[in-house]
């Protein structure tokens, strides 16, 4: 049975703004901490901050009680533009006739110390790292974190009549749009299918059906290759999608609908065949030569990974600066402004961008994008790809979220993961992902998510997969797509999903993933979960709790994980399952109220799961059960804070 424990998790449950919903340099908030009465009580507590480096205590007031749960509340000062802050817990211990242990002042004899800190609750000290955080910088633009994100590959997401005049470019091989992919190989980034922009936006009503809020498009500038990260300029949209007026098309078209769109930007390299690189390598004495990293002779260059193709930026050069990003038509600009009116940029390979060997720019040109992005929209949105722990890299100082997949993708996979031992698990030499437990899943999660403030978290992009990964289907037992999705529409994020994703499509890796959707062949579409994501999509819209809530996790054990998002109106209870499983859920963690509501029927279900009163003549605890690989989600009443 789940054992409350005290909880806090930095979200608007939790942490209360003197003047606006952003914290200014400067600000006192008032932090709040619940501690079971069945755990605790505790006797004293405190909110322990870093400020200027040297720790320091203040002591919290006993708010009341409510609905099993004591309140404490305290001040902090926000004194630096990371406010990192845990709570330190005293419990008094007692005797069987439940007298105090000891009441002599000063003595610890009978008393516990407990740290509650972004990773758990720990009977010793522990590190600063996962302290919890609280960031003074200019909030990320509100869609962003109540979006559902809906990524496409233009190659192979939908041609438009036009499409049919656009010629075979000299790098790529004609593919018909049933051709089987070549997932490894030369061929993998030169199969061309012709997929266009026009085409995307002859199938935006299905992104609508879908509860699709924000559009991902990986990049649309000309290149040598299908998956066009190595631009040969960034100053205009391929032809072959259709060009610069079918980028301002369906901006409109999406616009009309509500959706925003998100364009792809490598500020980590272009292509070889990139203007700028062609001069630079030509002319030593060039301008350009000084935008990368050149030997001293000149006959060779640094480059992403060692791959010839995309020669990496200098970004020590004033000149790369100003072109591509301080002008007033710098690269970051130009499609920020009408008439292309993008709605932000993911950053591609934020993490290596400005990193080589000693140089370690990386943040500097991360807050140079960041300043020009706000400084044209202050309502778009800065994302980076950050493939590791993105922690340390997205402070939301600059980018205000990651594409990252160490805190929920992998661990989601290695928890739902079926014999796949010919998968691309994320680049590692494992042959797949290993199967792990669900407290091994909850135990990693909170290990990488503990670095990122709530802020952030909101930010971060939920994948099941991406069209740099193996699809889930490949890689999770039968069922587990529609398990992994309500986990990523119903974590704190932004869920991304992958198009092809809600008709089941297969991939071992990034390239064989990039399979054509099927339109016009049902065949290939191995499972239509279009009715699941839209469901999850509605939910996200019409449920606050999912967009607004605090997270607090109930159960993880073998095969089922449970959480509740929580907010003073309403919370949300989300139960999954790998396996047959059952959970039993009382007074200790949740309300009368909430006890009740679980006993309706969910919001949401796949496979078969079920709940009923533990016992018969009243509701003292509710039991969920699935009978196999399934998912849950109820609607409940909010989570009450005593009055101070």
Known sequence: MPIALPHHDGSSLFVSKTASESVSLGDTVRLRVRVPQRWGPASRVWVRSVQDGEP?????????????????????????????????????????????????????????????????????????????????????????????????????????????????????????????????GEQ????????????????????????????????????????????????????????????????????????????????????????????????????????????????????????????????????????????????????????????????????MTGRLGSVDLNHEVARLIADRVREINPDAA????????????????????????????????????????????????????????AEEFLATHQDLASGFSWGVRQNNMNALNTHDTARATTVMVDGGPEVGAALTYCLPGVPVVFAGDEFGLEGFNGEDSRTPMPWDAAERALTDLRSVHANLGRLRKDLPALTEGGVRWLHAEGDALAFVRETAESSVLVFVARDAAEVLLDHSVLSTGQLEALLAAPVHRSGAVTSAPSQPSAVEGVRLRAEGISAGIWELPGTVIPAP
């Open 188 to 351: 993998a980034s030169t199969q061309f299918y012709g997929g266009d922009l026009p085409g995307i936006t002859g199938k935006l009503d299905h992104l609508q059906e879908l509860g699709v809020d924000v559009l991902y498009l990986t990049p649309f500038f000309p290149a040598r290759s299908n998956h066009r990260y190595d631009a040969s300029t960034f100053d205009s949209v391929d032809p072959l999608l259709g060009g610069d007026q079918a980028l301002v098309d369906l901006v409109e078209a999406a616009h009309a609908r509500g959706i925003k769109v998100m364009g792809d930007l490598t500020a980590n390299h272009s292509g070889d065949a990139h203007e700028w690189f062609v001069k630079a390598l030509a002319d030593p004495g060039s301008e350009e030569a000084g935008y990368y990293y050149f030997s001293a002779d000149h006959s060779s260059y640094e480059s992403w990974w060692g791959v010839p193709s995309l020669p990496k930026f200098n970004w020590s050069s004033d000149a790369l600066r100003r072109r591509f990003i301080a002008d007033d038509d710098s690269v970051v600009a130009r499609w920020l402004k009408p008439p292309f009116s993008l709605d932000g940029w993911r950053i591609d390979v934020g993490n």
């Open 56 to 184: 320091r205590y203040d002591a919290a007031i006993r708010l009341g009680a409510a609905d099993g749960w004591e309140w404490w509340e305290a001040a902090m000062l926000v004194a630096n533009p990371v406010a990192q802050y845990r709570f330190l817990l005293e419990v008094a211990e007692t005797h069987d006739d439940g007298a105090a242990a000891s009441a002599a002042i000063g003595s610890t004899v009978g008393r516990s110390y407990w740290n509650l800190n972004a990773q758990g609750l720990y009977r010793r000290d522990v590190s600063d790292a996962a302290d919890f955080r609280l960031t003074a910088f200019a909030p990320a633009p509100e869609w962003l974190h109540k979006g559902t994100m809906y990524q496409v590959f233009p190659d192979r997401f939908a041609r438009s009549e036009q499409a049919d005049h656009h010629p075979t470019p000299d790098w790529a091989i004609a593919c018909s749009w049933d051709t089987p992919v070549v997932g490894t």
């Open 382 to 437: 800065l994302l980076a790809e950050s493939t590791s722990d993105a922690a340390p890299d997205v402070t939301g100082e600059h980018w205000q979220g990651a594409m990252t997949y160490s805190n929920l993708t992998r661990p989601l996979w290695s928890w739902l993961a079926k014999d796949a031992p010919n998968v691309n698990f994320f680049g590692s030499p494992q042959a797949g992902p290993n199967r792990i437990e």
